[in-house]
């Protein structure tokens, strides 16, 4: 499958995927007459690689948790680092609630609008 259709189907740019393998997060991707052909094992990891940057882990962690994969065949640090990400995620949602919450309180206690007042609070 070609670059841009990589892109397409995973909701990314090309310029991602390309940099992805030019830090080594992916492996070289195969070429056909110099364009990459990406594999469906190559579209797999890089779903991956994707949904772990959207939980927050870092580009280097996972450079990381794929060389421990592919290296060490271990999970036992692969399962720490991504146990730590999960600590500090639980952490921010607990002091984003807690900020909603404020927020929420603060907006309950507020005086009505005198414009509200005056429309019937339609605006």
Not at 49 to 63: D, F, S, Y
Not at 64 to 79: G, N, P
């Amino acid at each position: 499958m070609k670059i841009n259709e990589v892109a397409k189907q995973l909701q990314t740019s090309t310029w991602t995927l390309r940099y992805y393998e030019q830090i080594g997060v992916m492996a070289p991707v195969a070429r056909i007459n110099g364009i990459r052909d990406y594999s469906v094992a190559d579209v797999n990891r890089l779903r991956e690689v994707l949904e772990l940057r959207q939980c927050g882990v870092k580009l280097a962690e996972i450079k990381q948790l794929i060389k421990l994969e592919v290296v060490t065949q271990t999970t036992q640090v692969q399962r720490q680092l991504l146990q730590g990400r999960a600590v500090e995620l639980r952490s921010e949602i607990r002091q984003l609630q807690g900020s909603l919450s404020h927020l929420e309180a603060k907006i309950a206690t507020l005086p009505p609008d005198e414009r509200e007042l005056i429309s019937g609070g339609n605006h």
